[in-house]
């Protein structure tokens, strides 16, 4: 078993921002064979009262006739984060925000990922070094 963070400062200076391959965009549908033939290359899925809701590649998307025009990338903040940790979900959405740079955070059983318009990935990962940094100096 891996040893998990607890305390936001724990999973912050440990979160090691790496950017995942890949373009993403978030989509929905109530349509749940669509749904199902998606999952097989979806990143997530997740059941609303709405629709399905699935983070797909931008390429099957398009195939699918989903719009594609706000694309993401997927930042993964490599720390053994605890289902039960407080704070690191704010610190980073916080973070990101003082910059203008809107986010969605997906929390999965190992770690968390940060998804983030394509076009602000470089700034995304400078800003979330630098929280990193921050949490190591004890600041």
Request: glycine share 6%.
């Amino acid at each position: 078993m891996s040893q998990r963070a607890h305390t936001a400062h724990e999973m912050i200076s440990g979160m090691s921002p790496e950017p995942m391959d890949g373009t993403y965009v978030f989509v929905t549908t109530t349509d749940t064979e669509l749904a199902t033939v998606l999952t097989e290359n979806a990143l997530a899925l997740y059941r609303e009262t709405e629709g399905i809701s699935l983070i797909i590649p931008v390429s099957v998307a398009a195939e699918a006739g989903f719009a594609v025009d706000q694309p993401m990338r997927c930042i993964t903040l490599n720390v053994y984060s605890a289902l039960d940790g407080v704070g690191l979900t704010a610190a980073v959405a916080t973070e990101l925000a003082a910059v203008g740079i809107p986010c969605n955070m997906v929390a999965a059983y190992n770690h968390d990922h940060v998804f983030v318009p394509e076009t602000l990935l470089e700034r995304a990962l400078a800003s979330l070094q630098v929280l990193q940094s921050r949490a190591q100096q004890g600041c």
